[in-house]
């Protein structure tokens, strides 16, 4: 190359830091903050929980339970996820979560929690990690457990966002929450 031709270049890709220097990950407060544009949920739905026990899964320190998320990617292309969780994670959610074909699920990840312990855990994962809302498949759900009079119960709350018509779903025979420890499984997946 010509000293010429590198000035060029040189000049073309400086002009280019200033936005990328101002390009930032999107973050969940943003993701279920109220958007000012043209996006909008595509669908939200709470489920109830069902009661059920998880056999031969025992937690891994005492007074603490495991809560178990499986996620299916039948997008077609990587996805990638954003959560606000509680606990000690064992691994952390997925990154990037490869696709697979239905019914096979595409990875897991575990929150290691206090027994009995009401709390909430967030996660989603998009297509699109710049702008989830937007030009996105995004699937977000939320765990509810609380605990009434020392018994265990649950829900999820998900909800699709973006403009490429994420479908968001949640196997209702595998998901359930143990109600004497709050010990949950949770199988969902975003196509």
Not at 24 to 29: K, S, T, W
Not at 140 to 162: E, K, M, P
Request: aromatic residues 8%; proline residues 9%.
């Amino acid at each position: 190359m010509t000293n010429n031709v590198k000035r060029f270049l040189a000049a073309s890709l400086l002009s280019l830091m200033p936005s990328v220097a101002l390009a930032e990950q999107y973050g969940v407060e943003d993701l279920l903050s109220k958007r000012h544009d043209y996006v909008s949920v595509v669908q939200e739905e709470t489920i109830q929980l069902p009661s059920g026990r998880l056999e031969g899964n025992p937690s891994l320190r005492p007074a603490t339970t495991v809560n178990d998320f499986f996620i299916a990617n039948w997008t077609g292309v990587n996805t990638f996820p954003g959560y606000s969780v509680t606990g000690t994670p064992n691994p952390l959610p997925p990154s990037p979560l490869p696709p697979v074909v239905s019914p096979s699920i595409s990875g897991h990840f575990q929150m290691i929690t206090p027994l009995l312990s009401p709390l909430t855990q967030l996660y989603y994962y998009t297509t699109n990690a710049a702008d989830p809302t937007g030009a996105a498949k995004t699937c977000r759900w939320i765990l509810t457990l609380t605990v009434t009079n020392g018994v265990c119960s649950g829900s999820i709350n998900q909800a699709a966002f973006g403009t490429q018509g994420a479908v968001c779903t949640l196997s209702t025979s595998q998901t359930f929450v143990d109600p004497a420890t709050c010990q949950a499984q949770v199988v969902t997946a975003i196509q």
